[in-house]
């Protein structure tokens, strides 16, 4: 087990330095977010470090993709500042945000269903000839990118008729296709299967070799330790821990996302009440035309007052 975490609360971090030496390239300074009435962020300090993978904890609703979205110009922060390469920075949408170098793989997909791979990958970044699209060079470019992903789709498929797993690698090689220098991934392995993530693994080790700083969000937190290099925690929008990979382990993370009074062993004394709500073989269609039908889930069992059950 590692040593004490570092609790880092909002107003102690403001005038912080960056954890260790490492390079920052972007930084998020005492942003706050509101929307109405819920304050989704209350201040938090975020350093990017060049070449690393700075990896972003925290329950739902911590605030992590409204920092990621204020990063890469969805949304404008109520307060705080942007430095990029030590200086103040400005961007008002994503296009700006990318002209910066940063782009930003969303957790919701954003691929335009009907059309192909291709078109998706170069929607809006066309790459023109002297008569108009150049529609052989983007399949060119579209080829190679799935192929540094393993992935067997053909540019000229609708992503409709790509499972959910294949559209997400679809959103991936859009990102990629743009070159950043800073590239935030929200939660881009929730639909990915083992080796789809171990190839992805393998590209952010390729985009690190070549000074490409990451910003990686995700729920699978062992999947997550085994590329960061810097680990930040979100709770209720404020920063409560950061600390380099060789500083911390699992019960860090659980502890700084969740607070002192987790107790991960032994389960709630709940009795058991009636069934009030059951589900049995759930199954979802899969993307695209076909026959075949996916079992989500065989059984779903919700008792009052007791958690759900689920296999
Ligand atoms: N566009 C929005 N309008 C209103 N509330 C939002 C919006 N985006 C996020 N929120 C709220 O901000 C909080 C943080 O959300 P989010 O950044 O998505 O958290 P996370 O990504 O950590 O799950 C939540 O309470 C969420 O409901
Ligand atoms: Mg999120």
Known sequence: MQTEARHVPTSATRDRAAPDKTEVVLAARD??????AVHALKGVNFDVHRGQVTTLFGENGAGKSTLMKILSGVHLPTSGELILDGKPLAIKSTVEAREQGISIIHQELSLAPNMNVRDNIFMGREIMGPRGVNFAEEERQCRALMAELEEDIDP????????????????????LSVNSRILIMD??????????VEVLFKVIHDLKARGVSIVYISHH????????????VLRDGVMTAYAPRAEIDLEWIVRNMVGENFDLGSPPEVEFGDVALSIRNLSVPPAGRGFRWWIGCRWICVRARSFASMV
């Open 31 to 36: 942003v706050t977010k509101s929307f109405g």
């Open 156 to 175: 000229l498929t609708p992503v409709e008729d790509l499972r959910l797993g294949q559209q997400q690698i679809v959103e991936i090689a859009r990102a």
């Open 187 to 196: 939660e881009p392995t929730s639909a990915l299967s083992a080796s789809e």
């Open 221 to 232: 937190l062992e999947e997550a330790l085994e590329i960061t290099d810097h680990a930040v």
